[in-house]
């Protein structure tokens, strides 16, 4: 059983359109990380919230916490092909766990 | 730097054989973890070590050995590998306290 489950699994959009991915679970982490990975590739950190409630904000891309921390949410505004790839959440408790990951493809 | 290099990249194995995954870090992290991958199943922790000569297992530590001699290095073996165990294997390294892991290329195993 998956700790974290992203939604939605396989994600085909437009570029130029806005889309966002979730990862939610019925447990409390301390923190949450969201990481992108390109094919052949291992995951590349893209930001930690830590706070419930917490929004950042990395150009073009918006990251949000759950008030009660147990879950996320990545919102990409206006894609471009380049944001094409694997976005996994992992969240924190006594180890880090990785949600089921969300594959998105960017058409131009 | 290099980063966190991890050999082979590619290994083809039959049910039963062992072999050794490499990975080595030159950044000085002290806490290192390997992990794999399985499609629709995100990355699952397999063991990790927060420094030389201190490991621990993760959530699916079963069917796997880790030692850590050095700071560096983080060798993962299996003893008897089953075809469950095809997958990718990342490793991944840190400092402690900071949340930032960096990880390796990966390793894909096939096991016949």
């Known amino acids: ?108 | 730097n290099a980063g966190v290099t991890q050999t082979p990249k590619f290994q083809v194995l039959k049910t039963g054989q062992s072999m050794t995954l490499q990975c080595a870090q030159d950044m000085n992290h002290e806490y290192m973890s390997w992990y794999r991958q399985d499609p629709g199943m995100g990355l699952r922790l397999i063991h990790y070590s927060v420094g030389a000569g201190i490991t621990d297992q993760g959530e699916v530590p079963n069917g796997y050995n880790v030692s850590r001699s050095t700071t560096e290095d983080f060798p993962l073996r299996l003893l008897s590998a089953a075809p469950s165990q095809t997958s990718v294997y990342f490793c991944a390294s840190s400092l402690p306290g900071t949340d930032t892991q960096y990880f390796g290329p990966g390793t894909r195993l096939t096991v016949l």
């Open chain 1, 1 to 108: 059983t998956q700790l974290l489950e992203q939604s939605p699994q396989f994600l085909s959009i437009q570029e130029g359109e806005n889309l966002t991915v979730y990862c939610n679970s019925s447990s409390v982490f301390s923190s949450l990380q969201w990481y992108r990975q390109e094919p052949g590739e291992g995951p590349v950190l893209l930001v930690t919230v830590v706070t419930g409630g917490e929004v950042k904000k990395l150009k073009r891309l918006t990251f949000q916490f759950g008030d009660a921390r147990k879950d996320s949410s990545l919102h990409i505004t206006a894609a471009q092909t380049g944001d094409t790839g694997l976005y996994l959440c992992a969240g924190e408790k006594d180890q880090f766990y990785f949600g089921t990951g969300t594959s998105l493809t960017v058409i131009p």
